[in-house]
């Protein structure tokens, strides 16, 4: 399966939010929810204080351009007062207050500049990795992208297709489904294009923004989680199947795993006012078999040798500590300690999503690997269904 891959290029969200700025925005707005006694605890145990977001907290917080007036107009309302007895003055009061209150943003309104600034992400994320890779976008023969928080069609892929811009012939494989497995899944896809053709040079670029599930109006406590979790992140690198100079991990191999009768654990749905992603409490178990999964797929593959495998480190995105934790104890023994270390420390600044493994694979990098070192790679996501590669570092 041999595929080599550059350094990624990581592009966060430029504007900073605080975890305290959003536990305000909240309890503001939801004073009396079941879980506000709670609110600051809840925020402390994600272990987030900071996140970086494609556009600022106020912009999801905002007011939409509309008003209380229902979508039918004032002519249609005003009859419709009238017809049930109100007078003419009554009429123009009511009318006059429902036109007062502000309107919460439509999903128009809302996911409209976060495409635009995935795409603008994106761009950046994609010249960053050709330029780490020493190449151009007229040396890309596939382009394999992910944005699961912001539908378009034409979608990322072509975007950039007339960005960057790359060749007329190149192949262009949107996923935009792929949510949290979009950085391990992109990786197995691009190892095996370049199997079959040791040539091609494939680009992977995977810009989510997950603020764009901020919904001020929700008063659950899962929605309380969701706001206090995700972080905005473009990312992109160059896979090859011959080793470049640039080159600094090779893929060995991949794993997929799908759970079935899960996919209503997790998942997102389009309303009136945006995106919403909706969490089940069931989650985190579902994700932990997944993980027993994977360590059974790494014990049958070094079966020849129990004792002394161990990968030297593990880039994996479950999506909570709850499940790094879980992996931590699950470890078979004799690992060392310490390989989820990059895990955790991309994650005290947010959940990226399909982002997550690229950004925990630069934070690796940057910190230095021995050439020989073994990598494991793994996320899951909505479905629930997972993905694993093992390579080595070069």
Request: aromatic share 6%.
């Given at each position: 399966?041999?595929?080599?891959?550059?350094?990624?290029a990581?592009?966060?969200?430029?504007?900073?939010?605080?975890?305290?700025?959003?536990?305000?925005?909240?309890?503001?707005?939801?004073?009396?929810?079941?879980?506000?006694?709670?609110?600051?605890g809840?925020?402390?145990?994600?272990?987030?204080?900071?996140r970086?977001?494609?556009?600022?907290?106020?912009?999801?917080?905002?007011?939409?351009?509309?008003?209380?007036?229902?979508?039918?107009?004032?002519g249609?309302?005003?009859?419709?007062?009238?017809?049930?007895?109100?007078?003419?003055?009554?009429?123009?009061r009511v009318?006059?207050a429902?036109?007062?209150?502000?309107?919460?943003q439509?999903?128009?309104?809302?996911?409209?500049?976060?495409?635009?600034?995935?795409?603008?992400?994106?761009?950046?994320?994609?010249?960053g990795?050709l330029?780490?890779?020493?190449l151009?976008a007229?040396?890309?023969?596939?382009?394999?992208?992910?944005?699961?928080t912001?539908?378009?069609?034409?979608?990322?892929?072509?975007?950039?297709a007339?960005k960057?811009?790359?060749?007329s012939?190149?192949?262009?494989?949107?996923?935009?489904?792929?949510?949290?497995?979009?950085?391990?899944?992109?990786?197995?896809?691009?190892?095996?294009?370049?199997a079959a053709?040791?040539?091609?040079v494939?680009?992977?670029?995977?810009?989510?923004?997950l603020?764009?599930?901020?919904?001020?109006a929700?008063?659950?406590?899962?929605?309380?989680?969701?706001?206090?979790?995700?972080?905005?992140t473009?990312?992109?690198?160059?896979?090859?199947?011959?080793p470049?100079?640039?080159?600094?991990?090779?893929?060995d191999a991949?794993?997929?795993?799908?759970?079935p009768?899960?996919?209503?654990?997790?998942?997102?749905?389009?309303?009136?006012?945006?995106?919403?992603?909706?969490m089940?409490?069931?989650?985190?178990?579902?994700?932990?078999?997944?993980v027993?999964?994977?360590?059974?797929?790494?014990?049958?593959?070094?079966?020849?040798?129990?004792?002394?495998?161990?990968?030297?480190v593990?880039?994996?995105h479950?999506?909570?500590?709850?499940?790094?934790?879980?992996?931590?104890q699950?470890?078979?023994?004799?690992?060392?300690?310490?390989?989820?270390?990059?895990?955790?420390?991309?994650?005290?600044?947010?959940?990226?999503?399909?982002?997550?493994?690229?950004?925990?694979?630069?934070?690796?990098?940057?910190?230095?690997?021995?050439?020989?070192?073994?990598?494991?790679?793994?996320?899951a996501?909505?479905?629930?269904?997972?993905?694993?590669?093992?390579?080595?570092?070069?």
């Amino acid at each position: 399966m041999a595929a080599y891959l550059c350094p990624p290029a990581v592009i966060h969200g430029k504007h900073t939010v605080k975890t305290s700025e959003i536990v305000a925005e909240v309890r503001g707005r939801h004073p009396h929810a079941a879980w506000a006694p709670r609110i600051d605890g809840i925020a402390a145990s994600t272990g987030i204080e900071t996140r970086g977001w494609m556009l600022p907290l106020e912009t999801a917080v905002a007011p939409g351009s509309g008003s209380g007036l229902p979508a039918a107009g004032i002519g249609p309302t005003r009859e419709a007062l009238a017809g049930d007895g109100f007078n003419e003055q009554d009429v123009d009061r009511v009318i006059a207050a429902l036109e007062s209150i502000p309107a919460p943003q439509t999903v128009q309104e809302r996911t409209a500049p976060a495409w635009a600034a995935v795409q603008s992400y994106g761009e950046h994320a994609a010249r960053g990795a050709l330029q780490i890779a020493g190449l151009d976008a007229a040396d890309v023969d596939c382009l394999i992208t992910s944005h699961s928080t912001t539908p378009a069609l034409p979608g990322l892929d072509v975007a950039l297709a007339n960005k960057l811009p790359l060749r007329s012939d190149a192949m262009l494989l949107p996923a935009t489904q792929w949510a949290c497995i979009a950085g391990t899944r992109s990786l197995a896809l691009a190892a095996d294009l370049v199997a079959a053709d040791p040539d091609r040079v494939v680009l992977v670029v995977i810009a989510e923004a997950l603020s764009t599930t901020y919904q001020p109006a929700d008063d659950t406590l899962e929605s309380l989680i969701v706001r206090l979790l995700f972080a905005d992140t473009a990312v992109a690198a160059v896979v090859t199947g011959r080793p470049r100079p640039e080159s600094v991990l090779r893929l060995d191999a991949a794993w997929n795993h799908t759970l079935p009768g899960t996919q209503d654990l997790h998942r997102l749905e389009t309303q009136a006012d945006g995106t919403h992603f909706v969490m089940d409490r069931r989650g985190p178990r579902a994700v932990q078999e997944t993980v027993t999964a994977m360590w059974e797929w790494l014990r049958l593959r070094h079966q020849d040798d129990p004792e002394s495998w161990h990968p030297d480190v593990l880039l994996a995105h479950p999506g909570g500590t709850r499940v790094l934790e879980y992996m931590e104890q699950t470890m078979p023994d004799g690992w060392p300690s310490g390989l989820l270390d990059h895990s955790r420390d991309s994650y005290t600044s947010g959940n990226r999503g399909g982002a997550a493994v690229f950004d925990i694979m630069r934070r690796a990098h940057d910190a230095g690997q021995e050439p020989g070192s073994r990598a494991v790679l793994y996320a899951a996501a909505p479905g629930l269904t997972a993905t694993a590669l093992a390579g080595e570092w070069l």
